[in-house]
């Protein structure tokens, strides 16, 4: 299995619901991500775990939590969100942190 | 300040050569990376260089320069399939990869 997987591929959410995204690499990778991506920019580091750990949060407001419930599944869970959040939610995996990263298909999230 | 720059936009004709440049100036390097991304897509790994010199895979080829900061992904016989933003990455000295903007490739008939 090379792919990252990421579940769902879209979602719309209110401002008051909590959702969560998924996403699962089997490929024996130590360091998973989440990135954001607004249209025509490039992605933006939100959260890096390195065997399981997460090692940088990059000041992202807390209505965005992470979960890493073990080395080949990472969750996104979402909480009050605003339409500004609105982006492709994109998680990626690496063998370490050195190595080049490879992404899932991402979760287009609409904010409404 | 971490920087890195690329064309905004180019554009190139079927079967042709096209170069894209990246410059960049980071606190430390730890390799620099090269992804496509079509629209709408997810970022595609094409390419890392982390010494000077040329890597070539199939139709596309890196350089890297780490003395002048400088790098370029050259694809050769473009396919309209190639039409694409492709994005150069670098490695910090915290392992964190800094994105350029990217450089959105239009490949005309």
């Known amino acids: 299995d090379t792919e990252v997987t990421q579940t769902p591929k879209h979602l719309v959410m209110g401002m008051t619901n909590k959702k969560s995204l998924k996403c699962e690499q089997h490929?024996?990778?130590?360091?998973m991500y989440w990135y954001k991506q607004k249209a025509k920019k490039p992605p933006e580091l939100m959260f890096v775990y390195s065997y399981e750990k997460l090692s940088i949060n990059e000041s992202v407001p807390s209505r965005f939590s992470p979960e890493c419930p073990n080395s080949s599944l990472l969750n996104l869970h979402l909480h009050a969100l605003q339409p500004e959040d609105s982006a492709l939610y994109l998680c990626?995996?690496?063998?370490?942190?050195?190595?080049?990263?490879?992404f899932g298909p991402g979760t287009r999230l609409t904010v409404t | 300040g971490q920087n890195i720059d690329q064309p905004t936009e180019m554009t190139a004709t079927e079967g042709a050569i096209v170069q894209i440049n990246c410059t960049y100036q980071?606190?430390?390097?730890?390799?620099l990376f090269w992804y496509q991304q079509h629209a709408g897509e997810a970022p595609t790994f094409l390419s890392y260089?982390?010494l000077d010199g040329l890597e070539e895979k199939g139709r596309f080829s890196s350089f890297l320069s780490r003395s002048k900061g400088y790098s370029y992904l050259l694809l050769k016989e473009l396919q309209m399939k190639d039409s694409a933003s492709y994005l150069c990455a670098v490695m910090d000295s915290n392992y964190q990869l800094i994105w350029g903007a990217g450089t959105k490739l239009i490949i005309k008939p």
């Open positions: 260089n982390v």
């Open positions: 990626a995996s690496s063998p370490s942190e050195v190595y080049e990263q490879y």
């Open positions: 980071t606190s430390g390097f730890n390799g």
């Open positions: 490929m024996g990778h130590r360091a």
